[in-house]
């Protein structure tokens, strides 16, 4: 087992002890976007369909958007959809009740035929795909946030498995509405009862966001102290460590040198193929 360990290529960010797609002005005082048919904070895929280059730093194109326009997130009071949260209003964290700093959202929209950017397009956790109780109900996430699993933050791209884990945004969407949860510090809050990451300010910026306006406007210009990660965040450098994942898959029967991104990720898919049986 030392020689797997020694052999890990994947980043990985130590436990607690940010291109700017403009602003949207359409937020209230609250921290409420009201919606409506302003769509000036949109970032338009038809033209230019960025792609997703799997780096280890999650930053990428389009920051890490995280949670679906119509996830469902716990608080002390019971459930609520993402898009209804406010700033101030507490939520149910692994480290009990926060409150909400400020809300990052974005809208991407695309021409009518074109197919979605891998970067953008939703990954659907399928319900009871990662244990017997979550997520109770289908998860959608961006490609970049992370789940909490095994102790460890794990970009939800890395678990896709085309069955339980798979993309789930049909072409014919022609918008998709993202928002993320900046509760002041990293932490891990549940979305549909499975456990996501909330803002981390060490590998995206506010920036990326279409209410970066809303924060500055809020807490002002002035750059806040980084972030402490709540726990390891794995991710892999480059394409040539996916290759290397793959042998070592191959062997792993004789000497378990799996990564733990990879054994998340082979559990999570037996867990898929027992739900199938």
């Not at 109770?136 to 970009?155: A, K, R, T």
């Not at 891990?188 to 910026?205: H, I, N, T």
């Amino acid at each position: 087992m030392a020689t797997g360990v020694a052999a890990v290529p994947f980043l990985a960010m130590g436990r607690k002890s940010a291109d700017a797609f403009g602003g949207n002005h359409d937020w209230d005082g609250r921290g409420r976007h009201p919606g409506g048919n302003d769509d000036r904070g949109d970032h338009d895929w038809g033209n230019h369909d960025r792609g997703d280059h799997g780096s280890g730093n999650r930053s990428g194109q389009g920051g890490v958007s995280c949670l679906l326009r119509g996830t469902s997130v716990s608080t002390p009071v019971g459930e609520r959809a993402v898009e209804d949260l406010q700033i101030g209003d507490q939520l149910l964290t692994l480290s009990g009740p926060m409150a909400i700093k400020w809300i990052g959202y974005n809208k991407f929209t695309k021409e009518k035929g074109r197919a979605w950017p891998d970067s953008v397009m939703p990954i659907r956790i399928a319900r009871f795909a990662i244990d017997e109780h979550s997520p109770h109900s289908d998860l959608y996430l961006s490609p970049l946030p992370c789940i909490f699993f095994n102790e460890v933050l794990i970009p939800v791209k890395y678990l896709i498995n085309g069955t339980s884990v798979a993309h789930g945004a049909h072409s014919e969407m022609s918008e998709i509405e993202y928002y993320h949860i900046d509760l002041g510090t990293h932490d891990v809050l549940y979305a549909e009862g499975a456990l996501v990451e909330s803002f981390f300010d060490g590998e995206s910026e506010r920036e990326h966001f279409s209410s970066f306006v809303q924060y500055e406007r809020l807490y002002g210009a002035e750059r806040q102290p980084k972030m402490a990660p709540f726990a390891p965040i794995l991710g892999y450098r480059n394409r040539r460590q996916k290759i290397e994942r793959v042998a070592r898959s191959l062997i792993s029967n004789i000497v378990d040198v799996r990564d733990p991104v990879q054994l998340a990720s082979e559990q999570i898919a037996r867990r898929a193929e027992a739900m199938v049986v």
